[in-house]
């Protein structure tokens, strides 16, 4: 990812992560916020103007790339999330290296589209069908690395362990593909790969049905070792919680505590079906959570107790999951929403705190700890609302992070920068101009 040596931002608003300030110049050199100065009122000269709120840029800290190809079909009819299972299955057997990178690309730049800057990508799509190793066996990531960089973003591709169907079974055919038999034979390919400007490496635990009790310290100790983020699907249905009770007599939850596995740099994701001791463990060793509202009431998942667990000490992060739709201020604004709903009371989180979950905090839950934010010294990873569309036009400047959280959409994005380079121009993108038809295309290759 190559960045221009210097430039200056003008930001007719910019959110300082508590308030609006209008009129504030961002500095920009190598990449890095170098000054960022507020009151001025006038663009200054051969400044690039980005007319608008300017956000921080925004970290989708839960991402399935090839999920999006499901869109519009998973929603036909009626079924559960083991029946949308089989679905997201067939379409998995169907991929790739240069299908995946294809459709990644393509999935990657509607991200940039919608203001998300960097993603966390939860990869557990290793092998080829059938298992065969690929001679690269890391072929399926580094496409997806691969797709991000010509889209213009930052991944951290978290590497994710996959090793069974259920806890005491084998990986079912569609499966095979996605293990590589054992803990320390994962850990052996994740090895091979390395941190780059635009990439961070990480981990995943994909469930506790999916890596049998024994492997998960290996997963752990590797990620501690290398102080990168080890995030891990939690709870997300209550047939997980049973079998998990019914194989080690514990809640998912305890059962990753007893292993080793929460702590920090841990993020579970999702988190929804939580008993008050869950919520206490998880708060108490400061895990993350990562919420995925949009996919979480596709799939009839459930509301999971978010505002508990941030009280608790648990850090919330959002992400889009499934891709039913690529849109974070959708997840900040649901998030709110549905607590809503569940407890008929307004006003859990202000528009500040959602929005920092969508930035800052999600960028810490995938390694980025140096970007979030626009103050000095932060990566230049920058995302501005427009303030004039139908959407948005009325309420006042200083009320732009009610109005970005609660009225706008990915479609009001104009600008996306990362590290300093205009990579979302006007509502157009620079890297991959033909997005729409790319995506197309893309799931195109895919359908049976």
Same mark, same amino acid.
């Not at 100790?221 to 997300?236: D, I």
């Not at 569940?342 to 979950?357: F, I």
């Given at each position: 990812?190559?960045?221009?040596?210097?430039?200056?931002?003008?930001?007719?608003?910019?959110?300082?992560?508590?308030?609006?300030?209008?009129?504030? !110049?961002?500095?920009?050199?190598?990449? /890095?916020?170098?000054?960022?100065?507020?009151?001025?009122?006038?663009?200054?000269? +051969?400044?690039?103007?980005?007319?608008?709120?300017?956000?921080?840029?925004?970290?989708?800290?839960?991402?399935?790339?090839? $999920?999006?190809?499901?869109?519009?079909?998973?929603?036909?009819?009626?079924?559960?999330?083991?029946?949308?299972?089989?679905? =997201?299955?067939?379409?998995?057997?169907?991929?790739?290296?240069?299908?995946?990178?294809?459709?990644?690309?393509?999935?990657?730049?509607?991200?940039?589209?919608?203001?998300?800057?960097?993603?966390?990508?939860?990869?557990?799509? $290793?092998?080829?069908?059938?298992?065969?190793?690929?001679?690269?066996?890391?072929? =399926? +990531?580094?496409?997806?690395?691969?797709?991000?960089?010509?889209?213009?973003?930052?991944?951290?591709?978290?590497?994710?362990?996959?090793?069974?169907?259920?806890?005491?079974?084998?990986?079912?055919?569609?499966?095979? /593909?996605?293990?590589?038999?054992?803990?320390?034979?994962?850990?052996?390919?994740?090895?091979?790969?390395?941190?780059?400007? $635009?990439?961070?490496?990480?981990? !995943?635990?994909?469930?506790?049905?999916?890596?049998? !009790?024994?492997?998960?310290?290996?997963?752990?100790?590797?990620?501690?070792?290398?102080? #990168?983020?080890?995030? *891990?699907?939690?709870?997300?249905?209550?047939?997980?919680?049973?079998?998990? /009770?019914?194989? $080690?007599?514990?809640?998912?939850? /305890?059962?990753?505590?007893?292993?080793?596995?929460?702590?920090?740099?841990?993020?579970?994701?999702?988190?929804?079906?939580?008993?008050?001791?869950?919520?206490?463990?998880?708060?108490?060793?400061?895990?993350?959570?990562? =919420?995925?509202?949009?996919?979480?009431?596709?799939?009839?998942?459930?509301? +999971?107790?978010?505002? #508990?667990?941030?009280?608790? %000490?648990?850090?919330?992060?959002?992400?889009?999951?499934?891709?039913?739709?690529?849109?974070?201020?959708?997840?900040?604004?649901?998030?709110?929403?549905?607590?809503?709903?569940?407890?008929?009371?307004?006003?859990?989180?202000?528009?500040?705190?959602?929005?920092?979950?969508?930035?800052?905090?999600?960028?810490?839950?995938?390694?980025?700890?140096?970007?979030?934010?626009?103050?000095?010294?932060?990566?230049?990873?920058?995302?501005?609302?427009?303030?004039?569309?139908?959407?948005?036009? %009325?309420?006042?400047?200083?009320?732009?992070?009610?109005?970005?959280?609660?009225? !706008?959409?990915?479609?009001?994005?104009?600008?996306?920068?990362?590290?300093?380079?205009?990579?979302?121009?006007?509502? #157009?993108?620079?890297?991959?101009?033909? #997005?729409?038809?790319?995506?197309?295309?893309? *799931?195109?290759?895919?359908?049976?």
């Amino acid at each position: 990812m190559t960045h221009p040596h210097t430039q200056t931002y003008w930001l007719e608003h910019a959110w300082l992560d508590s308030f609006v300030e209008p009129g504030v !110049a961002v500095e920009v050199a190598d990449g /890095r916020i170098a000054a960022v100065r507020t009151g001025i009122e006038s663009p200054p000269h +051969g400044s690039e103007i980005l007319r608008g709120l300017t956000l921080p840029g925004l970290a989708n800290a839960h991402s399935h790339c090839f $999920h999006r190809a499901l869109r519009g079909t998973v929603q036909v009819g009626s079924g559960t999330f083991w029946t949308w299972r089989e679905v =997201m299955y067939a379409t998995a057997d169907r991929l790739t290296p240069d299908t995946y990178r294809a459709l990644a690309r393509a999935v990657y730049a509607e991200m940039a589209l919608a203001g998300i800057t960097c993603v966390g990508e939860f990869h557990y799509v $290793h092998h080829a069908a059938g298992g065969t190793r690929y001679a690269d066996p890391n072929a =399926m +990531g580094e496409a997806l690395t691969d797709a991000a960089a010509e889209a213009g973003i930052r991944i951290t591709l978290l590497d994710t362990a996959y090793l069974s169907s259920g806890f005491g079974q084998p990986p079912n055919t569609h499966q095979l /593909r996605f293990s590589d038999g054992n803990a320390d034979a994962w850990a052996e390919r994740c090895s091979v790969l390395k941190d780059r400007d $635009h990439l961070r490496i990480g981990a !995943a635990i994909h469930s506790v049905r999916a890596v049998p !009790a024994r492997e998960l310290a290996t997963v752990a100790r590797w990620a501690e070792e290398r102080r #990168a983020p080890l995030h *891990v699907h939690l709870s997300e249905q209550t047939a997980e919680n049973d079998a998990c /009770r019914a194989a $080690h007599g514990c809640t998912p939850t /305890r059962l990753l505590a007893d292993h080793g596995v929460l702590g920090p740099r841990t993020t579970g994701v999702h988190n929804t079906h939580l008993t008050d001791e869950d919520i206490a463990l998880l708060g108490d060793s400061r895990t993350g959570t990562c =919420m995925c509202p949009t996919t979480e009431r596709d799939l009839a998942d459930g509301i +999971g107790p978010a505002a #508990a667990l941030q009280k608790a %000490g648990s850090p919330l992060s959002l992400g889009s999951d499934s891709h039913a739709v690529i849109d974070l201020l959708e997840e900040a604004r649901a998030m709110e929403l549905n607590e809503r709903l569940r407890t008929r009371t307004r006003g859990h989180w202000t528009a500040a705190a959602l929005l920092r979950a969508a930035s800052a905090d999600g960028h810490a839950a995938l390694g980025w700890d140096d970007t979030g934010t626009i103050e000095t010294g932060a990566l230049a990873d920058l995302t501005t609302i427009a303030l004039d569309s139908v959407r948005t036009a %009325g309420p006042l400047p200083r009320l732009g992070a009610e109005t970005a959280v609660f009225a !706008a959409s990915a479609a009001d994005v104009r600008h996306t920068i990362v590290g300093g380079r205009h990579v979302v121009r006007d509502g #157009a993108h620079t890297l991959v101009p033909d #997005a729409p038809q790319a995506l197309a295309q893309a *799931v195109e290759a895919l359908r049976a």
